[in-house]
């Protein structure tokens, strides 16, 4: 059974920070593909970060320098450092799990919003 479980979002002020986490199972993981996307209401999903092939990562121009990606191989965990949070970052986090087979995988997603 496939598992994608996002974890970490919640109620924030601007300036504050949260740290969102993604647990895989039940796959083939791939992490070149692996990351982190949202999505605000009225809005298409966009990419936040991803690892890319030979351990690069890809980050969405809006949180360049705020926002940090890494990830636990053994524990087939992804995590997302949010720092410096501003209201336009409010929107559901989803974490997308690419499989060796193919074939990509959305967790549920986590609310995170931010109010002044």
């Known amino acids: 059974q496939v598992q994608v479980v996002e974890s970490g979002g919640g109620l924030v002020q601007p300036g504050e920070s949260l740290r969102l986490s993604c647990t895989i199972s039940?796959?083939?993981?791939?992490?070149?593909?692996t990351g982190w996307y949202r999505q605000a209401p009225g809005d298409q999903r966009e990419l936040v970060a991803t690892f890319s092939r030979s351990d690069r990562i890809n980050y969405g121009e809006s949180v360049k320098g705020r926002f940090t990606i890494s990830r636990d191989n053994a524990k087939n965990t992804v995590y997302l450092q949010m720092n410096n949070l501003q209201p336009e970052d409010t929107a559901v986090y989803y974490c997308?799990?690419?499989?060796?087979?193919?074939?990509?995988?959305w967790g549920q997603g986590t609310q995170v919003t931010v109010f002044s």
């Open positions: 039940g796959i083939p993981l791939r992490f070149d593909g």
């Open positions: 997308k799990a690419s499989s060796w087979t193919g074939e990509n995988y």
